[in-house]
């Protein structure tokens, strides 16, 4: 039923509104939201402003104007959407997807600054308490603002999950914090009525304003992630192991890397080890239909370099499982790949890129390779082991959806 509203909100004024993969509907969406949050907002800040002077009440009043700085996050989230959809340029070849995350930020920047006003109001109020003028009225005029909020709160996160809204989940957030800030306020001003010698008042504002603080630096949080650069969630590898793997003629993969620039603007590589004795010609065509598949069924544009891997020669297929299980006993989250083998008169190099976790030390590194070495040689005296460092961006949870998968 919460629903209903911005549905048929989106049904009147989103042309084709289910086709949210357009960029222009997603677009549309975004400043749907924008709008009706600014004009709720503004509403709400100019009913709560009133309420809290005719009661006299810092809370009510800081709520106030924490939903004026939810306009100020409607007019960023109008305009990122805006930025963020036009088309790629000779400067950003990748589009402007990431100023959504920006814009994020930017209404995470906002929270922070209310919160932390509104504790040192708060704390002015408890200092210097003041009587609250309680007015049953004007409080069921409070818990309607709360249903607006929750409104607002319900549509923005139905939306947001709808077209994958890093700026609409966020602005949802928001909403829920005021559901609570507002409700806080109620409650304390309700009790304050009862106990007019206690600062209800500051205190519940002070509350208020760590959970508004708290929920800004947790958006912050996930949104510098994204601007960073963060390891794709588990379901996006799972999807392509999937794809790539239920290919005949992809044996396995590695070096999977997932550049986010943006919802739907997701760029990928990863290295497919293929038999080095099967045709390169139908390998390639092979290639081309799994990037393409990658493309329609997740939309991400995916790179697959091929990787020829042994399959007929008994001695390295022997080798690479013994290096296999001397890597696990050594560390059993670290994995190897690109293994080949030179065979020679003396003796035999065996030649592999090493996986171990990004924090290892440069001193850990060279005990780590010199142990692995070693136990190479004693298992075959002849084999010399050139090992290269690999940088572990996925290879961690691609190794136990393998292990899933086995079991």
Known sequence: MVMVMIKLLARKFIKDYKNINDKKVREAYTVLCGTAGIFCNIILFLLKLFIGIAMNSIAIMGDAFNNLS?????????IGAKLSNKKPDAEHPFGHGRVEYISSLIISFLILLVGLKLFQSSIEKIRFPETVNFNIALIILLVISVLIKLWMYFSFKYAGRQINSGILIANSKDSLNDVFSTSAVIIATVIGSFFTRLP???????????????????????????????????????????????????????????????????????????????????????????EKKVKSELGIDLVIHMDPVSVSNEKALRLKEAVKSIVREENSGFSIHDFRIADGDEETKVIFDLVIDLETSPEQEKKIISNIKRKIKEYDSRCFAIINLDNSYVEQQISSIIEEAED
Not at 70 to 78: F, K, M, N, P, R
Not at 275 to 284: E, G, L, S, Y
């Open 200 to 290: 209800f008042d500051g205190i519940i504002g002070i509350i208020v304003s760590v959970i508004i603080v708290f929920n800004g630096l947790k958006i912050a949080k996930e949104t510098i992630g994204h601007l960073l650069g963060s390891v794709p969630d588990r379901q996006t590898i799972r999807s392509i192991y999937s794809i790539l793997t239920d290919s005949k003629d992809i044996i396995g993969i590695h070096d999977l890397i997932v550049h986010d620039y943006g919802p739907n603007r997701v760029f990928a590589s990863v290295h497919a080890e293929i038999p080095d004795n099967d045709d390169i010609v139908a390998i390639h065509e092979t290639i081309d239909s799994l």
């Open 70 to 78: 939810d306009t100020g996050s409607g007019l960023v989230t109008i």
